[in-house]
Every structure is written in structure tokens, then in C-alpha cells.
T-cell receptor
Framework: AQSVTQLDSQVPVFEEAPVELRCNYS??????LFWYVQYPNQGLQLLLK??????LVKGINGFEAEFNKSQTSFHLRKPSVHISDTAEYFC???????????FGGGTRLMVKP | ETGVTQSPTHLIKTRGQQVTLRCSSQ?????VSWYQQALGQGPQFIFQ???????GRGNFPPRFSGLQFPNYSSELNVNALELDDSALYLC?????????????FGPGTRLLVL
């Protein structure tokens, strides 16, 4: 069974500072990885996804993530955060059958002025 | 804006009652998945429907059931509600069923069971 672990439940950071949100996955088969963002009282919005090819994936709102097979990680990064980036971020993987997203527990990014 | 809508936005029920939650997928999307998100946790997969047939199920009891209709709408039904069913219920539609497909989420229905 696949699993996704987000190592930090909360990440406080000052505005314009860089941030990294960590995600580790476990899967014995090919894995497809996603990062979603959830703003308060809203559903989930896709930030980026890794399917194959280049290990560095660029997404919306200036976010990027790097797939590292040897470390089974898919960490999310942004070089300079804004107050508006304050939200809950979820890492997820999709199984080979393609019919089930497995989510991590989420990381709350809190951007302070 | 994902084009996926859900109704109602909020709902309060009492233990033992039954509830139906509704979702309208993006036009052309033949796959819909439902997730339960308890407070402070990540979403948990309930089941997926592909072309009106159940296409995978998570670790949820049979009192959680669903339907998908030809008009891109779907339902999640929960019988014999329990207090632990209180959660945000999310539906997500995708163009088709496949591990590389992006799932587009609705805003969710927040269910409170008293």
C-alpha cells in the first residue's frame, strides 16, 4: 500500500522568505505525485504534478517541486512567499490503477508580515 | 474555479439519519471521486465512479454509497450517520480514470452530525 508523509504540520515563515514543504512517499510501483493547495473554506486546487521526465516540476503561483527517487521525496519550494500563500498544502500520490489519490496529512503554511 | 460544484455547502444531521450530498462535474468528465476530510487531516478516498460504475473503493463501510448519472452529476449517500462522519466531503472530477489524470475538486460540503 502506498503512503504519503508530510513531515511538518505547520511552517511559519516571514513574507518574501524562501520556503520548503517536505513530502515523502512510499510506493513499490510507478508513482505519480501531486501538490494541492487548500485556502480556508475552499476545495483543493492543483499546484503541480510529476508524471515522468524532468525531475524539477514548475507549477502555478511560483511554486516548484523536485522529484527525488532515491530519497522518495517530492518537496515543494518557493523562493519568495507572499501573505496570500497562507494556506494548507497537501502532497498526494496516485496508485497504478489510477483510481485513488492518497494524501499526506497536510502542512499549514503561515506567512507573517 | 475548477468548474466542479457541490451542494449543499453546509448540512447538520443527527446520529442515525441518512444524508445525500450532490456534485456536478466538469462537462465531459466521465470520472468522479469522493473524499472525506476530517478536521485537521488530509482527504481520505471513499470511492470512484467511472462511466456510472464503481471503479474503486477506499476503507469505508457499505453505508457509504454513491451514484453517477449521465449528465455529469453524482451523489454520495451515507446511511445511519455516526458522529465520526462529521467532516468536509469533497468530490473531484477527472477527464477519465487514469493514474496520470488530474482530479479537479469542488468546494466541498461540510457535514456536522450531532
Amino acid at each position: 500500500a502506498q503512503s504519503v508523509t508530510q513531515l511538518d504540520s505547520q511552517v511559519p515563515v516571514f513574507e518574501e522568505a524562501p520556503v520548503e514543504l517536505r513530502c515523502n512517499y512510499s510506493s513499490s510501483v510507478s508513482v505519480y505525485l501531486f501538490w494541492y493547495v487548500q485556502y480556508p473554506n475552499q476545495g483543493l486546487q492543483l499546484l503541480l504534478k510529476y508524471l515522468s521526465g524532468s525531475t524539477l516540476v514548475k507549477g502555478i503561483n511560483g511554486f516548484e517541486a523536485e522529484f527525488n527517487k532515491s530519497q522518495t521525496s517530492f518537496h515543494l519550494r518557493k523562493p519568495s512567499v507572499h501573505i496570500s500563500d497562507t494556506a494548507e498544502y497537501f502532497c498526494a500520490s496516485n496508485n497504478n490503477a489510477g483510481n485513488m489519490l492518497t494524501f499526506g496529512g497536510g502542512t499549514r503554511l503561515m506567512v507573517k508580515p | 474555479e475548477t468548474g466542479v460544484t457541490q451542494s449543499p455547502t453546509h448540512l447538520i444531521k443527527t446520529r442515525g439519519q441518512q444524508v445525500t450530498l450532490r456534485c456536478s462535474s466538469q462537462s465531459g468528465h466521465n470520472t468522479v471521486s469522493w473524499y472525506q476530510q476530517a478536521l485537521g487531516q488530509g482527504p481520505q478516498f471513499i470511492f470512484q465512479y467511472y462511466r456510472e460504475e464503481e471503479n474503486g473503493r477506499g476503507n469505508f463501510p457499505p453505508r457509504f454509497s454513491g451514484l453517477q448519472f449521465p449528465n455529469y452529476s453524482s451523489e454520495l449517500n451515507v446511511n445511519a450517520l455516526e458522529l465520526d462522519d462529521s467532516a468536509l466531503y469533497l468530490c473531484a472530477s477527472s477527464l477519465t480514470s487514469g493514474s496520470q489524470e488530474t482530479q479537479y475538486f469542488g468546494p466541498g460540503t461540510r457535514l456536522l452530525v450531532l
